[in-house]
């Protein structure tokens, strides 16, 4: 039985999903509760190895389903060895990227037909739904620079990062769209406040939505 809570970032690039998660754990973490930041794809060795070969596009020119396919088996992985077992230990798990990437970039901009991108969602996570997901809403332009600024001097742009301003535009929709889908699930926060003022507004719809005696 998972007793821990399961909370998801997602947003576009630049959008500060992983500043926010290091500011939330370390909120939660003063108050007592155990806490694991983790991040998609990736958060395991074997879910890393599989981040590098997709991130440097080498998956690219398979097309968004193999790229779905890839992601799923590094979520898989990632969920098994590291999600499920904090969640038994009571921990609470805050993890930069889920399920909504894949819908919205191989899903919605990748053009996979969303039957079989539910069918595949479904035996990949097993049951395993977020029970909050924050969603961190930014103008492209804003995001795209700011990932530009945070690149080491050589650095070139990932296998997304390198997409146009119109599939990043088309990406904020997309988001968009989910939460509107699914409002019990989601909460959109409007990312191009200053870094504190988002902390909050994110750690005020933590109370709300996931009461905890200790956040009380
Ligand atoms: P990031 O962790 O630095 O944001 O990089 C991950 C990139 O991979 C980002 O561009 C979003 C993309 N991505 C997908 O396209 N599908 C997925 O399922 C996940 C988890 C990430």
Redesign the pocket.
């Known amino acids: 039985m998972a007793t821990g809570r399961f909370i998801t970032l997602e947003g576009?690039?630049g959008a500060g999903?992983?500043t926010l998660a290091r500011g939330l754990a370390q909120r939660a973490e003063a108050l007592g509760l155990r806490v694991k930041v983790t991040?998609?794809?990736?958060g395991s060795p074997k879910a890393e190895a599989i981040?590098e070969a997709?991130?440097s596009g080498q998956v690219k020119e398979h097309g968004p389903f193999a790229?779905?396919l890839m992601?799923?088996a590094?979520?898989i992985d990632h969920i098994d060895r590291v999600i499920r077992p904090a969640l038994q230990r009571g921990e609470w798990v805050i993890c930069?990227?889920?399920?909504?990437?894949?819908?919205?970039?191989?899903g919605t901009?990748?053009r996979i037909e969303p039957g079989l991108l539910a069918e595949l969602e479904a035996v990949t996570i097993d049951g395993l739904m977020p029970d909050l997901t924050l969603i961190l809403d930014l103008d492209p332009e804003v995001g795209l620079a700011r990932?530009a600024r945070r690149r080491a001097p050589g650095e070139g742009t990932?296998?997304?990062?390198s997409e146009t301003l119109a599939f990043h535009r088309k990406l904020r929709k997309a988001y968009l769209a989910v939460a509107e889908g699914e409002p019990q699930r989601c909460v959109v926060l409007d990312a191009g406040q200053p870094p504190a003022l988002l902390a909050q507004a994110a750690w005020n719809a933590i109370r709300d939505r996931l009461p905890a005696p200790q956040l009380a």
């Open positions: 576009g690039e999903k992983s991040r998609e794809p990736g981040r997709i991130l790229e779905a992601f799923s590094a979520r930069d990227r889920f399920i909504d990437s894949t819908r919205v970039y191989q901009l990748g990932a990932d296998r997304f990062e």
